[in-house]
Structures are given as C-alpha cells and as structure tokens.
C-alpha cells in the first residue's frame, strides 16, 4: 500500500517523534530505577544510549548494517517495547498502550508504504 504524498511525510515525521521519545522515556526510565543519584545518572544515560547505538547500527534509515526487513522490525519492537515496558514500570499504563499502539500502527504503515515503493525484482 503506497500512501500519498503528504502522509508518507507525515507518517516518516511521527516515525522520528516516536524514536525521540522512546529515547527519553528510557531516560526518564533510568532515571527512576536507582536511588543513588550517580547510579542514576548512568542509567539515564546507558539505557537510551544502548537503545540509539542498536537502532543506528540496524533500524535507522542510513543504519551501518543492512540487515533483512524482519531484523529491522524486530530491532524496532525491542526499542519501542522497551519504551512501552519503562511507562509500564513507571506508573503510566495508559501512555504505555498508547505509545504501543501509536508505534505498531506506525511502522506496519512505513513498512507497507516501503514495500510499495520498492520496485518488484529489486
């Protein structure tokens, strides 16, 4: 399924609004899972810093690796994942089946859009 120009642009800008915030619920995850402040310190850093260096080597548009499609979405259910288990652990499970939802009908639109504009035999 091909989308239309203006909500191919639309749903690639939501795509990048998701991967921010999934970067900073994590942060804000690490934040709260340790009570020494330099404890947390490091996990607010690790936890989106592990999460952005997978993403970057595997998922992102210009990744290192070109890996099969299938890894791609599997590296992208783990972030994302990630980001909805954090809002579970940190009290929000409204948000966290909203930022769920939101990032599963995101990429089963980008990964349709992109199988559509791939030209057969490629």
Same mark, same amino acid.
Do not use: Q, Y
């Given at each position: ?45 690790? &936890?989106?810093? $592990?999460? /952005?260096? @997978?993403?970057?080597?595997? #998922?992102?548009?210009?990744? +290192?690796? *070109? %890996? =099969?499609? !299938? ?26 089946? &909203?930022?769920? $939802?939101? /990032?599963? @009908?995101?990429?089963?639109? #980008?990964?349709?859009?992109? +199988?559509? *504009? %791939? =030209?057969? !035999?490629?």
């Amino acid at each position: 399924m091909k989308l239309p120009a203006p909500l191919h642009v639309c749903n690639e800008g939501l795509a990048f609004l998701l991967e921010l915030a999934a970067l900073a619920v994590l942060a804000w995850w690490g934040w709260e899972a340790a009570e020494n402040v330099a404890l947390r310190l490091l996990c607010a850093v690790a &936890a989106p810093a $592990l999460a /952005a260096v @997978v993403w970057g080597l595997f #998922a992102a548009p210009r990744a +290192r690796f *070109r %890996v =099969p499609l !299938g890894v791609v979405l599997l590296v992208k259910a783990l972030v994302f994942g990630a980001a909805a288990a954090a809002l579970l652990a940190l009290g929000r499970p409204v948000w966290a089946t &909203a930022f769920g $939802l939101v /990032a599963l @009908v995101n990429t089963a639109l #980008a990964t349709a859009d992109r +199988r559509a *504009r %791939v =030209p057969r !035999g490629v």
